[in-house]
């Protein structure tokens, strides 16, 4: 992967806003379409029909939630070019702030009259976020001086060592119960809701969830197009290039990793509401690998390329997971993950950009002929 | 001169009393517990005789990144292949029963783990050679899940069996010098790693080939103009890890349950090993993994058994950062 090439023919700062614009407002469309078709669904013609039942409503909330966590880890690998093996744990931390705040808080103390105010759980998302990103600034600035291999394996470390906090507690309980409810986590996570307006069933939640999504993508547009953007693009070419030009590296990686933990954080909270449960597995390495893959697929360095990557990516294991079965036999249903790995390995070798970025090659070349 | 000496004596003092806080610590920890001796004592056999496996995957990362410069997550994938080959063969009655069987099986599953390193080298790391260090870790880590999930396909998810060498039958036979409990698998792993370190050091430097491999990893461009192939080299690097890692996991294999999923965690702490020795050298790597054996063990002794992990990836990131430090060894 190399670095994209942001000095030639950028057109008119006027063109690329209105493009943005334009592009904002189709996706932002199609969403809502989508939407309505589901709830109004004229003779059951709703999402999972329309597709073979391959894509249900519910992908669809889930292709919303972890898209919010793949636009940050795309700002962090794809245009400062830190990899983050560990960025599930950060989507954990949201999770179990919101899950933890939610249904211990009669054992932290915390009254109900308090517990129960409609805004209680939308606090602990904005709380979430700042511990994601408190935790994402103290670990950074060590933690990102390292690089390539290195900073992997340190990011993997550290997410590992994030999940078994959640899951082991450290033997520590207030009163009888385990505050992070061990293996088996927490359940009753309340819905949210605004006032007396209830953010549930699904089909209200999908909305939200896609309005988090798509401000988060039009945030990582603006920054990405901000002297800022064009500094973490700078150093992700050459970092000593971008230290003589007078940009504080170690400053931008930090503030960047951040910015990411904070997108997966938000996303987490969205998940544990989602969910309605938490656990520690969803928060694992696996789960970080495949934030890396979405990422890889939709193309590391493009804020877009994020819901087509995640999209692609659960897709794909769903018709995995219910053509392979039939043809390869019984295992546990989980011979998904060998395509998986393999799809991986062939992104990386033949399109280290991205299947988007890819496709969008291919147009263009098919176009000027 | 002065000004040195009184730098380094600082240092060492430094270092002696960062030590001793650790003792302290742990000291602390146990005593709450009512740790005597004793227990201490048997935290360090099992410290030794687990830190023996991490040694011996460290020597296959250590093989791999001097050659290519390659990081390859991959490792923990031929411990499991090893240990579950092996099971797989020995129970399949051509092999015969007992111990000759038992060999024959190993040797089998070494071979066979040791073709599947090469082939994908040739079929991953070759064709993206050029790739950047991000590409390849993803390529590397791809392989990881691919190999994993055939393995889970093959194997399923109940863990195995294998006897141990001495007895051939699953209960093994114990040694008790002053109170303490010693497996005689222990003493297995541990002689397989002396005699695995002993052979690689040998090997990289008496014999033609293992000079080669030496040379590509001083200077590539120099070694080929000296009629050595570097790609092959890279695929030999990459057949000796595997054969290194599988015979990690076939010495681990009778004392603990080997299972699709195994290779994770051993391939990490692998990775640590190598690391707290700089990953280019061969007695570090074997020294680190005794280290991190012990830590681990006598940490997660004297804490809580479930946070074993989270002790040796904190020595992973301390080892990193301070390595880091030192004249930017990890850059």
Known sequence: MTAPDFVAETPPVSARRRATLYGVVAFSGFVVLIGLLQQLAPGGFDISRLTGGVITFDTMVRIGILTTVVVGLNLLMGYAGQVSLGQAAFFGIGAYVSAILTTRADVLGIGAGLANQWWWPWLLIVGGMALAGGVAYLVGRPILKLHGHYLAMATLGLGIIIVIVFRENFGYSLGSRNITGGFDGLYGVPRLRIGSFDLWPVERYYYLVWLVAIVGIVLALNLVRSRSGRALRALHGNELAAETLGIDTARFKVRVLVISAMYASLAGSLFAHFRVAVSPGPFGFAASLELVVMAAVGGMASVWGAPFGVAAVLVVRELLRTHLGSLVGEAGGQQEVVAFGLMLVLIMIFMPEGVIARLKQATRRWRSE | ?331
């Open chain 2, 1 to 331: 001169m002065l000004a040195l000496i009184e730098k380094r004596t600082s240092r060492l003092a430094l270092k002696a009393a960062g030590v001793l806080l650790v003792v302290a610590v742990i000291w602390l920890l146990g005593s709450r517990q009512n740790f005597g001796l004793q227990q201490y004592g048997q935290l360090v056999v099992a410290g030794i005789g687990t830190g023996a496996v991490y040694a011996l995957v460290a020597l296959g990362f250590v093989m791999v990144f001097t050659v290519t410069g390659i990081i390859n997550f991959a490792q923990g994938a031929f411990v499991m292949l090893g240990a579950l080959f092996t099971v797989t063969l020995y129970e399949t009655p051509f092999t015969g029963e007992g111990r000759t069987g038992l060999i024959i099986s190993a040797l089998l599953a070494v071979v066979l783990t040791t073709v599947i390193g090469v082939v994908v080298e040739r079929l991953t790391i070759l064709p993206a050679r050029n790739a950047d260090p991000l590409t390849l870790i993803i390529i590397t880590v791809g392989v990881y899940i691919a190999i994993q999930g055939l393995a889970l396909i093959y194997w399923g998810h109940a863990g195995r069996t294998l006897p141990s060498f001495t007895t051939a039958t699953g209960s093994d036979s114990i040694f008790r010098p002053w109170g303490l409990v010693i497996k005689a698998q222990t003493l297995w792993v541990l002689a397989t790693m002396v005699l695995a370190f002993a052979v690689l050091s040998l090997f990289l430097d008496k014999t033609m080939l293992g000079k080669a491999l030496r040379a590509c990893s001083v200077n590539r461009d120099a070694s080929r103009l000296m009629g050595i192939n570097p790609s092959r080299m890279s695929a030999i690097a990459f057949g000796i890890a595997a054969a290194l890692g599988a015979v990690a996991g076939i010495v681990l294999a009778p004392l603990t349950k080997p299972v699709y999923d195994m290779g994770l965690t051993i391939g990490l702490k692998g990775f640590v090993a190598a690391a707290m020795g700089g990953l280019i050298s061969l007695p570090a790597a074997v020294g680190g993994g005794l280290l991190l054996g012990l830590v681990e063990n006598l940490a997660a002794g004297v804490t809580k058994a479930g946070l074993r992990d989270v002790f040796a990836f904190i020595v992973l990131i301390a080892v990193l950062l301070r390595g880091r430090s030192r004249a930017g060894r990890f850059q």
